[in-house]
């Protein structure tokens, strides 16, 4: 639809007005006529259209030359997307796979791989009842348009980015492994996944080589100094090169860097080659031939189950409330950040033990600058910026911590346009700024504590951390009319503890590259409190003292973060092989759910210091990898008769089969039977999943024919009809003598024109089905969806053993078929 004009609407979040400075214009609405790419007042909506669909565009596709979706994943955020992308590639590209994200198309890549167009994050705000959310124009004024609170709190949080890649379209690209204490209270197989695949995610996010952004002299003599005075701190345990996800050299010659890693390009790159793979083949109804969409604007907001799998997902698309059912075999991911997808699974199928274990991190920022005389190896003042990242880890009884270094030489021309570029924590980019003097070198040390989780929290105890469902009131219920989240975050002593010895070590080690001379080390804090926007802070020459709280209004706080402000929540759906103790298993499965999974830091058994990304994203890579494997387990006495290629096969007639991914036969054209060469069967049981793409598909399962030829496409395929057994795949119930439908006898699951089908047991179009075919003697009786459909039991004289196969029936059917494989009876 085209756009047209409009006055301003209300928020959409309940949130109360508030008066900003900034320059108004009309609102756009959907107008009747229709257009290829929308228009606004100021851009062309080409980024947006050519990565994302409609809803009607995605779900109209179903049963109309389309199949069901194999996994519907909810979030195109950090996980999502990468989950999302995983779940596509492993498949070959063979599975069917739904993206629905609450938000809109704003960029395609990382801000900081842009030019700095002014996008931040949003400030963290504490709400307990609707209407203290900040509204959208406030977060427009302040840079993060897409930003937004769904959830209330004890303490206040930033929220999530609403948005194509989420929040990782602004993370600081921190990517540290959790160490081997992290891992030793993690379940081993998963400790043993984790370090074995650890280094593949790291090459692809540009964790691996490390630092190759960041190298040179004022890297090198940081790393030397940082390991000398680390000796004498302590609880310091090491210093490394920075694990940061930012690729700054090309990866081979010819090509440009690919910089900071967000999960946006890689999702819209699949899209991009998908769509792209549909034309390519020539489809008649691009969508359709399509195995990868992005729906914007789409907010989850239940999950109905039937029995143990979900069935049916609540949708509000663009203020329209939509309902999509979900076979049992789809997969359903919910990747929507951890507090979002711990309330959809509270509202949807909730367990006791769901919300407990939060976790989230203990963080503190402790700015320094030391006269750069101290290193000498660095020569002459800088005429640009030079960065240089590390990473100090740490420990205490209570839990481990690390220090995320970074440090500048901040002199040249314009040192604040490459700073955008190259500092990774954007927001600490203003205080590196400070240093405008050339005989310092800034260093931030941003520490990261842990958070220990409690698993047998309860949801009324305030002292302790978890979250819940809000109770069922009108200020406690979203736009969509369900309760929110209510997140109670809490550090108990232990990580109050942990928190002390890590601002001190901060301290200590920044006191200890100035040689403990108090002449060549400065402190950069304000002299009110950490939210005074008033006092932008200054260089001090004492040390900031040590902070008493986290409160932003103390004035005797310098240091410390708010304990919502740093995205890392965690922990609230956590892992494990038992459903007594855990929420969801190895796989990242729901125990008592069998087809919903998560993807993210809700996964976590515990949280480490680690910035939770690298592991999340390596979680999500072994989910995807799971959802793609499941039903492919080969039952006992049972061979499976294809192997992903046509090894084996051999076609008869016209048309063919398309290898579909690794594990799918596809129907082409027709008409021809594809069939199994190696060997003949006598009595048997043949398993065999099939879905088709419309009511008008044509297919059949071929059972005890002769060999066939090769040579005559218009008549080699009729001895297996004249001699063998045809299980029918048509929902129409066409016979062709009388040109018309709705006959059992040529109905899905009859024997063709021999045994008619008793009854109706084929799901809805684009579902997978099951064929369970028994044939024994002069016996075959068919079993569909584990419903006995037909049974012929009389002697037809035809042999009693021969090949098995395939049927493709027209131009235009497409019929796909996975899981082939037969057990011998006899």
Known sequence: MQLVHAAPRRNVHNSVSQKVRCHMIRRLIEAPDTTLVQETTFAIDVQGRYVCNTWDEAIGTIGNGGFAFDAVVIGAGMFGAYCAEKIFRESGKARRVLVLDAGSFLVSEHVQNLSNIGLGVGGAVRATVNGQEPSPQSQVANGAPTWGLPWHSNEPFPGLAYCIGGRSLYWGGWSPRLTAADLARWPAELAQYLNGTYNDVEREIGVDPTTDYISGPLFDELLKVFKAAAKQVPSVDRIDEAPLAIQGAPPAPGLFSFDKYSSAPILITAVREDIGDARSRGAANLDAGRQLFLVPRAHVAKLYITGNVVSQIEVDVNGQR???????????????????????????????????????????????????????????????LEAAALIVRGSTPQGRYHLQVTAADVQGSDPEKNMFHMIPDIDLLQQIAANQDPDWIVLTLRGIGEMRGDPQATPTNTGTSWMNLAFDTADQRDEFGKRRAWVNLVATNADLALWRVMDDAAIALAQKLAGDDPTKIQYFYKDSFRNDGRDPGSWHAAPPSPSPNNNPFDPANKVRDLLGSTHHEAGTLWMGASAQDSVTNLDGRFHHVANAYIAGPALFPTLGSANPSLTALTLGRRTAKAIVAQGRALEEGFQSLFDGTLTGWQMAGSGYFAVVGSDILESVGGIGLLWYTPEEFGDFILRADWRSSSVFDNSGVFLRFPALGSNNPANDWRLAVDQGYEVQIDARGYNPDTNSTGSPSHSTGAVYGLAPAAQQAARRIGEWNRFEIHVVADAVNVVLNTTPVSSLTRNTGRPLKGHVGLQNHHLGSRVQFRNIRIKRLS
């Not at 939509?322 to 919910?334: I, Y």
């Open 322 to 384: 939509q309902f999509l059912g979900v076979a049992p075999e789809c997969a359903v991911v919910l990747a929507a950040g951890t507090v979002e997808s711990t309330r959809l699974a509270l509202e949807s199928f909730p367990r006791q033990e769901m919300g407990r274990n939060l976790m989230a991190h203990l963080r503190s920022n402790t700015t320094v600058r030391i006269k750069r005389a101290l290193f000498p190896k660095l020569g002459a003042k800088p005429g640009e």
